[in-house]
């Protein structure tokens, strides 16, 4: 579960908004259903990882390929984490806050 003790992080967060694709890493030996891709939108980002607003579930532990979509640039950026904590949020729809640590 998320604590929001400032004390606990390792590096401080910045506000950015934007759209984000996540895709689950896939494993040879699992016979999962076909990737598919998860839009979200990043809340929030620090040197060790990102929080994402999706309105998908991800399991504890999910590793992600994010690709974060900047406007000005003319391809996304692609980034691997994983996730760390999740928290429910109920936003006009069932969403989810996901708080996503780079793999490096």
Do not use: D, K
């Given at each position: 579960m998320r604590s929001d003790n400032p004390e606990r992080r390792a590096h401080p967060r910045f506000p950015f908004v934007l759209d984000i694709d996540m895709r689950k890493l896939a494993l040879a030996f699992s016979p999962e259903e076909p990737l598919r891709t998860v839009r979200g939108r990043l809340q929030n980002l620090s040197r060790g990882g990102l929080c994402i607003l999706t309105s998908e579930s991800l399991?504890?532990?999910?590793?992600?390929?994010?690709?974060?979509?900047?406007?000005?640039?003319?391809?996304?950026?692609?980034?691997?984490?994983?996730?760390?904590?999740?928290?429910?949020?109920?936003?006009?729809?069932?969403?989810?806050?996901?708080?996503?640590?780079?793999?490096?």
């Open positions: 399991n504890g532990a999910t590793v992600v390929v994010c690709e974060i979509m900047v406007p000005e640039l003319p391809v996304p950026i692609p980034v691997l984490a994983n996730v760390r904590w999740s928290e429910p949020r109920n936003g006009g729809n069932e969403s989810h806050l996901y708080g996503f640590q780079f793999v490096y």
